[in-house]
C-alpha cells in the first residue's frame, strides 16, 4: 500500500515542480525486522526528460543514526552497523543502471532495489540520497517526497534485549570443513624444518668425505723420485726387450724414465723437451758435464733407434740400462747430501 501512496505522491507532484525538479522516495521492505535479517531499500526517482541525471550518491547510507538515545545523552549519537549485500564503490557513488529506467508521460521513472541487513536494534531513518549530473557537479533541484524509516528488534527467543548489557548469540554459528589453506602454515613449517635438516645432513656428509680425502691424502707416503725410477729400470731390465726384436719399445720405455726423472728430480720439462734442450738445462742447474755427456748419449741413441730405426749392438742396451741406473743413484745422493748441508746452514 505504501509502494502505491510514493507513486501517487509522485503523479501529483510532477505538475506542480515542472521539469526542472526530481521527485525523490524511499520505500523499505520491510521496514520492522530482527537484527541480522535482510531488508531492502527501494528508491524511486521521477524525473524529466532534459533532467541532467547520471550518478545516484548513497553515501549518505553508510551508516544509519539511531532516532531514539538509548543513553538520553542528546550529544552522542549511536550509527547501526549496516552489511550491504551488493559491493559500492569506494565513493559509494553508482551509475544509472539503463534496465531501471522507465519512460513515462511526463519524462523518466528510476527505480533501484538495495538488499541490507542491520546489526543493531533501534528505530533508525536513513538520510536523503544527493544526485549528480556528473563527476563533480550535483544537483540541488530536488524534493524529497517520503523518509524510509525502519525498526529492528532483537530476535523472538531472546529474553534480554539489553545488549549493551550483555552480548547476544545473532545466528548460529555455521562450521566449515577445514580446507588445505587451513593446514598451509602447518606444511610450510615442516617443508623448512626437512630442508634445514637436509642441508645439515649433506653439510656433514660432505665435510666428513672432504676430510676424508684429505686424510687419505695425508696418509700417502710421497715416493722419491729416484726411487720411482730405480723400480721401472729394475721392471724394464726383467724384460729384455731388445732380446726379442723390441729395441725401439725398450729405448722408448728407457728414455721415458730417465726423463721423467730429469723432470720430478730436478725440476726439468725432461718430458716435453727435445734431448739438445734438456742439455742446456741441465747446464743451467750446474750439472758435471761427464753426466750431462752421459743423459745426452742416451736420448741420442735412443732417438736413432726411435726415428731413424737404428739398429745398435745388443751390449748397448744393457750398458744404457747400466748407466742409466749409475746417473740416477749419484745424482739423488748427492742432491741428498747437499739439501742436508743447506738444512745444516740454515740451523
Partial sequence: MRRYLIYILLLIMLPICG?????????????????????????????????????????????LELMSNPTGESDFKYYADVEWKDQFPEDYRI?????????????????????????????????????YENDTLSI?????????????????????????????PLEDIV???????????????????????????????????????????????????HIIALEALDKLESKQLWLNNKEKEHQSELTYILRAYLENQFGIPALESTTDEIKRALNQVNWDVVRINDV?????????????KAKPDEDIHQAFLDRTRQLVTDTSSELEELNDQKADDDE
Avoid at 51 to 62: K, M, N, Q, T, V
Avoid at 296 to 308: G, H, M, R, S, W
Fill in 140 to 168: 540541488t533541484n530536488i524534493k524529497y517526497l517520503q523518509a524510509g524509516i525502519i525498526a529492528v528488534y532483537p530476535p523472538m527467543d531472546i529474553e534480554n534485549p539489553d545488549t549493551t548489557k550483555q552480548i547476544l
Fill in 19 to 63: 521539469y526542472a525538479q526530481a521527485l525523490v522516495g524511499l520505500e523499505i521492505q520491510p521496514d520492522s525486522i530482527s537484527i541480522g535479517e535482510e531488508t531492502q531499500f527501494i528508491i524511486s526517482i521521477q524525473y524529466p526528460q532534459d533532467f541532467p541525471l547520471r550518478y545516484i550518491d548513497l553515501s549518505a547510507w553508510d551508516s
Fill in 95 to 131: 551509475t544509472l543502471k539503463p534496465e531501471n529506467i522507465i519512460s513515462t508521460n511526463d519524462g523518466y521513472l528510476y527505480k533501484d532495489t538495495f538488499p541490507l541487513r542491520i546489526w543493531d536494534i533501534g528505530v533508525f531513518m536513513p538520510e536523503p540520497i544527493k544526485l
Fill in 296 to 308: 745426452n748419449e742416451i736420448l741420442q741413441i735412443a732417438d736413432l733407434v726411435k726415428f731413424a
Fill in 175 to 225: 562450521l566449515e570443513e577445514d580446507t588445505l589453506e587451513d593446514y598451509i602454515h602447518i606444511i610450510y613449517g615442516l617443508a623448512l624444518l626437512f630442508g634445514i635438516v637436509l642441508f645439515v645432513y649433506l653439510y656433514r656428509k660432505f665435510t666428513k668425505a672432504k676430510e676424508a680425502s684429505e686424510l687419505e691424502q695425508a696418509e700417502k707416503e710421497i715416493i722419491p723420485a
